[in-house]
């Protein structure tokens, strides 16, 4: 005499997966803090991407899934797609998408695209990647590309998030390059990088604009400041923080960069939502 048979017995809907769109597999999720999580999915073996660029990413939760556009944070050779992602309490993909396991169903449209990468650079010497919160998984990618150091003598990387937790992805990141096997002789000694917070007290605060703008930065380093002469410059953020470090380096003389006219900077907006 049970009336547990009668409770949730509906299968979870299902959708079919729209044209045109890969369907791939969770392969594993980390969770940081309340608000960031990193996750794996396979990748389709016909995916040919650049280091540095976004694809649209989805969930088979609906006869039409909402997209949103994602960084790799994988570089272009390795077999996986991994992707750093902020968590939404009412975002339309990414309340649902922090839930996701391994084993689950994560949607791809075909197309990888951005700017930055390292062909909408012209050479240089030093390489600086500044981002805030999400905005640092393109350079996770390039950091573990070898290209990335073909063609620069040194990368630094700044990343400021609000409190020192959001920092975590960033300081595995930077300290599994010597560790790993293909990047780790390229990487040696030549990336550096640059934490600080803006809303707990850490042993470096402020956003990047005023630590770069009051000469703190390359204090703190050791460095000459940025100059389009030997430099070049990847911004990945929110929408104000793009336009700050846009208008600051080009007070400083950068030019914006494109695949098609490569010069010494390139910006895109992190992903939120
Ligand atoms: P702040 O705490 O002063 O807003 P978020 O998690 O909201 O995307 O923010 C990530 C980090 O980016 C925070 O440390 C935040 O600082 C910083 N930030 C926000 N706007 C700008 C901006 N216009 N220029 C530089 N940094 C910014």
New binding site residues.
Partial sequence: MSTASAQNTAAPQTFPIPANVHAETVVSVKHYTD?LFSFRITRPQSLRFRSGEFVMIGLPNAERPVFRAYSIASPAWDDELEFFS?KVPDGPLTQHLQKIQPGDTVLMRPKPTGTLVLDALTPAKRLFMIS????IAPFASLLRDPDTYEKFEHAYLTH???DVA?LAYGKELVASLSQDPLIGEFAAGRVTLYN????ETSPCMG????LIGSGKFYSDLGIEPLNPETDRVMIC??M??????KELVESLGFVEGSLANPASFVVER?F?G
Avoid at 132 to 135: A, E, K, Q, V, Y
Avoid at 196 to 199: H, P
Avoid at 240 to 245: E, N
Wanted: aromatic letters at 0%; one cysteine or more.
């Fill in positions: 608000r902020i805030t919160g999400t905005g400021t998030c609000r959001e600080s917070t803006t809303r956003r990047i604009t005023a953020g929110s104000q923080m793009l336009k700050d470090v992190a939120v």
